[in-house]
Nanobody, 115 residues
């Protein structure tokens, strides 16, 4: 199965920006949906954004207007550009891929937004 590795997490202040990257070990051209999820301590994992092979995107309400998901099928990369970060964005962010249900998961990258 395809392996996904996230990078780009770190510590930022409220209002700051980060770009997360997801590198796939194999081609993602035939993976219908790539997505970002996040999970805070004591919370359930939740979807942040998803993108289809044709570039169609979808965002959860908290991400709309602040986060942008993109995929580069030629480079087997997926990105999440995050702006105007808030303390409640603090979580481990995971890259995922699959169809209606994720089949592949990365190990996650920590994003911490200080107050």
């Amino acid at each position: 199965q395809v392996q996904l590795v996230e990078s780009g997490g770190g510590l930022v202040q409220p209002g700051g920006s980060l770009r997360l990257s997801c590198a796939a070990s194999e081609s993602i051209s035939n993976i219908l949906a790539m997505a970002w999820y996040r999970q805070a301590p004591g919370k359930q994992r939740e979807r942040v954004a998803g993108i289809l092979t044709d570039g169609t995107t979808a965002y959860e309400d908290f991400a709309k207007g602040r986060f942008t998901i993109a995929r580069d099928n030629t480079k087997n990369m997926v990105y999440l550009q995050m702006t105007n970060l808030k303390p409640e964005d603090t979580a481990v962010y995971y890259c995922a891929g699959g169809g209606a249900v994720p089949m592949y998961w990365g190990q996650g990258t920590q994003v911490t937004v200080s107050s």
